[in-house]
């Protein structure tokens, strides 16, 4: 157990060096590289998705407009 008058006194890290900056830069540009590489496959696959509704949606849409259209001026 320690003493009550006792302090804790934080100590300075030695400054980073330019080599360790740098190693430091690329695991981080790796790292966060890697998350967004893997994110592609399901982007892509939403981007497919998005698409296949659209080319399905819009025509029924346009095609409702139509109908609803003909019926207004007969």
């Given at each position: 157990?320690?003493?009550?008058?006792?302090?804790?006194?934080?100590?300075?890290?030695?400054?980073?060096?330019?080599?360790?900056?740098?190693?430091?830069?690329?695991?981080v540009?790796?790292?966060?590289g890697?998350?967004?590489?893997?994110?592609?496959?399901?982007?892509?696959?939403?981007?497919?998705?998005?698409?296949?509704?659209?080319?399905i949606?819009?025509?029924?849409?346009?095609?409702?407009?139509?109908?609803?259209?003909?019926?207004?001026?007969?």
């Amino acid at each position: 157990m320690k003493p009550a008058n006792t302090q804790i006194v934080p100590t300075s890290e030695p400054p980073m060096t330019g080599a360790a900056f740098a190693q430091h830069a690329r695991t981080v540009v790796a790292h966060h590289g890697e998350r967004i590489l893997a994110e592609i496959p399901t982007t892509l696959r939403r981007i497919g998705t998005l698409f296949l509704v659209l080319t399905i949606s819009i025509p029924v849409f346009l095609a409702g407009l139509l109908v609803v259209l003909w019926h207004l001026a007969h």
